[in-house]
Each structure stands twice: as C-alpha cells, then as structure tokens.
T-cell receptor, first 113, second 112 residues
Framework: KAGVTQTPRYLIKTRGQQVTLSCSPI?????VSWYQQTPGQGLQFLFE???????NKGNFPGRFSGRQFSNSRSEMNVSTLELGDSALYLC????????????FGEGSRLTVL | QQPVQSPQAVILREGEDAVINCSSS?????VHWYRQKHGEAPVFLMI?????EQKGHEKISASFNEKKQQSSLYLTASQLSYSGTYFC?????????????FGKGTHLIIQP
C-alpha cells in the first residue's frame, strides 16, 4: 500500500514569509503527527491530529499551526519564518490516537534564507 | 525532557554485536525505537510498554527497565543493513500528551 506522502519535498523561503506543508497519510490512518528534525535538536514533536481535531501540541510558538481534513490529510503552516525554522519537517501517520507505531513520510526540507 | 542516548556513534564490523542505550529523567510508560537511514524516513523497530509487553519485528531485541527509566536496544550479529541512526522515543507515564520525545540519536556504521 502507498506510504505517507509529503509535499513539497524541498523548498526555499526567505525570512518573514510563510509556508504550508502537506501530508497524505496511509489509507485508513486517522492520526497524523508532525515532527521537526534538525541536527542540533533531533526529532521534536510539533502536534498531532486525530479525526480533524488537534489532540496534542509540542513546545513550539504559535507561528506553527496545522489542521486535518475529513479525509485525514493534514497541513502545517509556519508563518513569519525565521532562520531557525530551517529543518526537515516529518509527518507520521498511525492507526490509533497517541504514540503507537508511526509511519513516517520522507519529509519536507525547508530552508529559510 | 529529552532522553539521553549512548553512545552517540559506533562503528562495528559485520557480525559484531551492538547495544544502544536510552535513559530518561522522567517516569515512562513506553519506549519506542526507530531507525533512520541517510536521506530516508525513520522506520519503526519496536515498542516496549510498561509492564513488560514488547512489540516489534526484525531480528532486533530490546529491554525496558521501568524503575531506572532506561531502555537498551540489542543488535546481534549486525548486518550491513543495520547501518543508520537509531532514535529512542519516550512516552511519559502521564500519557502521550506531548507526543514522543526523541533522543538525539545514535549513529551506527557497520563495515564489511
């Protein structure tokens, strides 16, 4: 079956701009989580959505937001980009709500100049 | 509180054994292990639950010491395909409200 699909795979933005990243989970998976991966901090939890509702949120500023649609597809948005937002943003889907077996996408690599 | 993984990196010959440790300062409900190869998505290896239940696959084993909030991943008779970065993710005993908190990873290189 098809895996988790993230688009775009690579993008370059400048400070102050905003960006929207998209994630299509594995068919039948209702939970979508987002993680930020950087060399210095590793994988950091951003938020989790289940049945269109945000269930959990990590320790990130309000510039980071997300949503989930009725078909379980999810988007995350980062507004007023900062240099430190440069990272690989990973989306993971799972069957159940909460930490379980996560299926990660290959990520969207964001570079902020 | 981010769990601490050790060692940070290890280089082995094919067929040798490796142990990767994960230690947390908070009470844990579960420990999750993932492997990420360069340029690829992290892949699930195993979940260890409080109470001793273990779920996973592949020829890799792990332990979870609830009292010490520690977990160890054991790779026996390592294969070239085991190379990658291993992450442990922890879930606190209060539930998964903060998602998984991952360590910074252990880089494992298996040489022929």
């Amino acid at each position: 079956k098809a895996g988790v699909t993230q688009t775009p795979r690579y993008l370059i933005k400048t400070r102050g701009q905003q960006v929207t990243l998209s994630c299509s989970p594995i068919s039948g998976h209702r939970s979508v989580s987002w993680y930020q991966q950087t060399p210095g901090q590793g994988l950091q939890f951003l938020f989790e959505y289940f049945s269109e509702t945000q269930r959990n949120k990590g320790n990130f500023p309000g510039r980071f937001s997300g949503r989930q649609f009725s078909n379980s597809r999810s988007e995350m948005n980062v507004s007023t980009l900062e240099l430190g937002d440069s990272a690989l943003y990973l989306c993971a889907s799972s069957l159940q709500e909460g930490p379980g077996e996560l299926f990660f996408g290959e990520g969207s690599r964001l570079t902020v100049l | 509180q981010q769990p601490v993984q050790s060692p940070q990196a290890v280089i082995l010959r094919e067929g040798e054994d490796a142990v990767i440790n994960c230690s947390s300062s908070k009470a844990l409900y579960s420990v999750h292990w993932y492997r990420q190869k360069h340029g690829e998505a992290p892949v699930f290896l195993m979940i260890l639950l409080k109470g001793g239940e273990q779920k996973g696959h592949e020829k890799i084993s792990a332990s979870f010491n609830e009292k010490k909030q520690q977990s160890s991943l054991y790779l026996t008779a390592s294969q070239l395909s085991y190379s990658g970065t291993y992450f442990c993710g922890t879930e606190g005993s209060g539930g998964g409200a903060d998602g998984l908190t991952f360590g910074k990873g252990t880089h494992l290189i298996i040489q022929p």
